[in-house]
């Protein structure tokens, strides 16, 4: 008997692949175009793995650039500005998500005012209403510890050391153990215009955890705290495929997940629970804009018991487009809109200088404490770093995961942008890397010392120095550079830039300038001149 062989007639694969003989011409040209579908899928896949070693290959000359710095001191931000520069059309492909985010961020902030209110009876009560804006900005003095501005080491010293908060927030728990049986009764018409707002307002801010879930896919760290979502590298094609389902999990390079995502976002298919809350924000634009200007709110601000980050005053201050029926994010908007980056994320861009395509890897990493362990990876082989330190905060006090990003009383934020500055200035790993610093939200530091906040309130040693813009970032510039100096074995130069980089037109200059510098210094490292 003759054995079978792969060609023979008999062979049982060929057999069990032949078409049945019964097969109908509509069955037949369904098989033909299943066999077409999995041979273009066969050959996609080919394609996608040629792509990626292509790219490992070229990956070599490539320029890496690392954005560090602690939480919301804007590296995020300045990445969509490398995007709106590089890559202006991807931004326009995301607009729709950052819808998600916008809402989410004018929820919370809703959420946030409404819990603070509660926290303190709805109403500013006359008899704890003793603390005055110069208490309010002395909430303690920062004598900052090791490089810190002031130089003097107390570890144990807070922001809160020495300052007397008068009146507290009547705590449910306060309550119930005091028998406290006017808790939830309000006193005056304020506080009754409150809880008014209270319960209309109550559909949309129940919304916040939905939106928190559609934005980090169900993996999200929200809760207590500043209630942080956290979103990884891609979340916004993520939003609209949790929507819409449509597409399968796939490696970011495949040509045909850019093309449906292409098309998805281009007569996008909005998600119905987005528009839900769209809906309800029309509905309830007329309260929002009640409670942003109901005194006690402005009342609890001025005192700085209610603390509002600058996104939710922006999008506070602009509700009346946000809440329209038809709304899309401006440029602007997804400038302002916050979200929380989680562990690193790499954006690749193609910048052309002096008629040479360089790619360049942007690391945009998470800055918050817990997070700073993810960054270490990436020191290997960086070439560039750019350090954001938002001057702006000296009168915030840090943030940490604690398990949840929250504020760390103990240390204030620009001591802790110093400190994170001399671990990247002093690291082995990255002493030849080009180091670039920016000082930022200095459209924010100018604000805060027009509205009349002292920096020597918070830091003890800026003593009798004046209180003027152009003082105060020199003032801070000269931390940083002698931070730089004490720890420069290499002679190497920092350059350092203020910026708002928020501000597209004065962003994509320094952008400009910083490309130019890393280049040259590429070059060098990489004896091409
Ligand atoms: N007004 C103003 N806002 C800024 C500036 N830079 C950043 N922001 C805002 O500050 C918030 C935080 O900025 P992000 O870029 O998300 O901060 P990040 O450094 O990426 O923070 P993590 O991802 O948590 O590490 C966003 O709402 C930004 O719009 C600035 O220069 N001026
Ligand atoms: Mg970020």
């Known amino acids: 008997m003759r054995t079978p062989s792969l060609y023979s007639q008999d062979d049982p694969i060929t057999a069990a692949m032949k078409p049945p003989s019964t097969e109908t011409e509509a069955e037949r040209s369904a098989r033909l175009y299943a066999e077409a579908e999995a041979k273009r899928v066969s050959e996609q896949?080919?394609?996608?793995?040629?792509?990626?070693?292509?790219?490992?290959?070229?990956?070599?000359?490539?320029?890496?650039?690392?954005?560090?710095?602690?939480?919301?001191?804007?590296?995020?931000?300045?990445?969509?500005?490398?995007?709106?520069?590089?890559?202006?059309?991807?931004?326009?492909?995301?607009?729709?998500?950052?819808?998600?985010?916008?809402?989410?961020?004018?929820?919370h902030s809703i959420r946030h005012i409404l819990a603070t209110l509660e926290s303190w009876d709805d109403v500013l009560d006359d008899e704890t209403d003793t603390i005055?804006?110069?208490?309010?900005?002395s909430l303690g003095p920062t004598k900052?510890?090791?490089?810190?501005?002031?130089?003097?080491?107390?570890?144990?010293?807070?922001?809160?050391?020495?300052?007397?908060?008068?009146?507290?927030?009547?705590?449910?728990?306060?309550?119930?153990?005091?028998?406290?049986?006017?808790?939830?009764t309000p006193k005056d018409s304020g506080a009754l215009q409150i809880a008014n707002?209270?319960?209309?307002?109550?559909?949309?801010?129940?919304?916040?955890?939905?939106?928190?879930?559609?934005?980090?896919?169900?993996?999200?760290?929200?809760?207590?705290?500043k209630?942080?979502?956290?979103?990884?590298?891609?979340?916004?094609?993520?939003?609209?495929?949790n929507a819409l389902g449509k597409i399968k999990q796939k490696r970011p390079s495949s040509a045909a997940e850019k093309k449906a995502r292409e098309s998805i976002s281009q007569e996008v298919t909005p998600d119905p629970m987005v528009q839900e809350v769209g809906r309800l924000l029309e509905a309830c634009e007329e309260?929002?804009?009640?409670?942003?200007?109901?005194?006690?709110?402005?009342?609890?601000?001025?005192?700085?018991?209610?603390?509002?980050?600058?996104?939710?005053?922006?999008?506070?201050?602009?509700?009346?487009?946000?809440?329209?029926?038809?709304?899309?994010?401006t440029t602007d908007d997804i400038l302002h809109a916050r979200i929380q980056t989680m562990g690193v994320a790499e954006h690749v861009f193609d910048v052309n200088i002096h008629?040479?395509?360089?790619?360049?890897?942007?690391?945009?990493?998470?800055?918050?404490?817990?997070?700073?362990?993810?960054?270490?990876?990436?020191?290997?082989?960086?070439?560039?770093?750019i350090f954001v330190a938002p001057v702006s905060a000296f009168d915030q006090a840090c943030l940490s995961l604690r398990p949840y990003l929250e504020e760390d009383p103990r240390t204030n934020r620009i001591d802790d942008s110093l400190q994170l500055f001399t671990q990247i200035c002093s690291n082995a790993l990255l002493k030849s890397v080009h180091l670039v610093l920016f000082l930022n939200k200095t459209d924010l530091l100018r604000a805060k010392l027009d509205r009349?906040?002292?920096?020597?309130k918070y830091i003890t040693s800026f003593g009798d120095r004046s209180n003027d813009y152009e003082t105060v970032v020199q003032y801070f510039r000269a931390h940083f550079l002698q931070v730089h100096r004490r720890n420069n074995e290499n002679r190497r130069v920092l350059y350092t830039h203020f910026t708002s980089v928020v501000d597209t037109k004065a962003t994509q200059r320094i952008i400009g300038n910083v490309r130019d510098s890393i280049f040259r210094g590429y070059l060098q490292s990489a004896a091409l001149v």
């Open 132 to 137: 005055t804006m110069d208490d309010a900005q």
């Open 197 to 225: 707002l209270r319960r209309r307002l109550s559909p949309l801010v129940a919304t916040d955890t939905q939106l928190a879930d559609r934005l980090s896919g169900g993996i999200t760290v929200s809760g207590s705290g």
């Open 45 to 107: 896949i080919d394609e996608d793995l040629r792509e990626e070693r292509e790219r490992l290959k070229r990956r070599k000359g490539d320029v890496k650039l690392l954005l560090l710095g602690q939480a919301e001191s804007g590296k995020s931000t300045l990445q969509k500005q490398f995007q709106l520069m590089y890559r202006p059309n991807s931004l326009d492909q995301e607009r729709h998500s950052w819808k998600t985010v916008i809402y989410f961020n004018v929820v």
């Open 355 to 385: 008629g040479k395509s360089v790619t360049w890897h942007l690391y945009d990493v998470g800055g918050a404490r817990g997070q700073r362990h993810s960054w270490v990876p990436y020191f290997d082989d960086a070439n560039a770093i």
């Open 452 to 456: 009349g906040l002292k920096v020597r």
């Open 144 to 184: 900052l510890k090791g490089n810190g501005i002031a130089d003097q080491p107390s570890p144990s010293t807070s922001l809160m050391d020495g300052s007397v908060i008068h009146g507290s927030p009547h705590s449910v728990a306060n309550s119930e153990a005091t028998g406290s049986a006017n808790h939830s």
């Open 287 to 329: 309260d929002i804009h009640e409670l942003w200007s109901h005194p006690t709110v402005k009342g609890m601000m001025a005192k700085r018991r209610l603390k509002l980050d600058e996104w939710s005053e922006f999008f506070l201050r602009h509700i009346s487009r946000v809440a329209a029926p038809d709304y899309v994010p």
């Open 227 to 241: 209630g942080a979502v956290y979103v990884r590298s891609g979340w916004q094609a993520r939003t609209i495929e």
